[in-house]
Nanobody, 127 residues
Framework: QVQLVESGGGLVQAGGSLRLSCAAS????????MGWFRQAPGKEREFVAA????????YYAGSVKGRFTISRDNAESTVNLQMNSLKPEDTAVYYC????????????????????WGEGTLVTVSS
């Protein structure tokens, strides 16, 4: 079992920045690829960013590439999402998720492939 707890969400104006964090506990964090997903009201959950177990490879959805940065600290069992130049369309509940490491994260990760999920943190971007 892996427990994931997100933090850092909040209300920000368009153009602003937020940094989300996800703290993991339980099984060895470094054996998991990690991802961030988001779900806007009335929409399906979608992939945002992914990072391999060793931090060596990252991948981003086209809508956030160049604005968001995913990183991880295996010693601290945390994964972060730095979000810059936020837009109103980034408004959503953001979820941290883990999957036992396998394959590549290039091309993203599917919701159905993730093994563990956090409860989510709400990000609201005002115009």
């Amino acid at each position: 079992q892996v427990q994931l707890v997100e933090s850092g969400g909040g209300l920000v104006q368009a153009g602003g920045s937020l940094r989300l964090s996800c703290a993991a506990s339980g099984r060895t964090f470094s054996t998991y690829d990690m991802g961030w997903f988001r779900q806007a009201p009335g929409k399906e959950r979608e992939f945002v960013a992914a990072i391999k177990w060793n931090g060596g490879t990252t991948y981003y959805a086209g809508s956030v590439k160049g604005r968001f940065t995913i990183s991880r600290d295996n010693a601290e069992s945390t994964v972060n999402l730095q979000m810059n130049s936020l837009k109103p369309e980034d408004t959503a509940v953001y979820y941290c998720a883990a999957r036992a490491t396998r394959g590549t994260v290039r091309g993203g990760m599917a919701v159905r492939d993730m093994d563990y999920w956090g409860e989510g943190t709400l990000v609201t971007v005002s115009s």
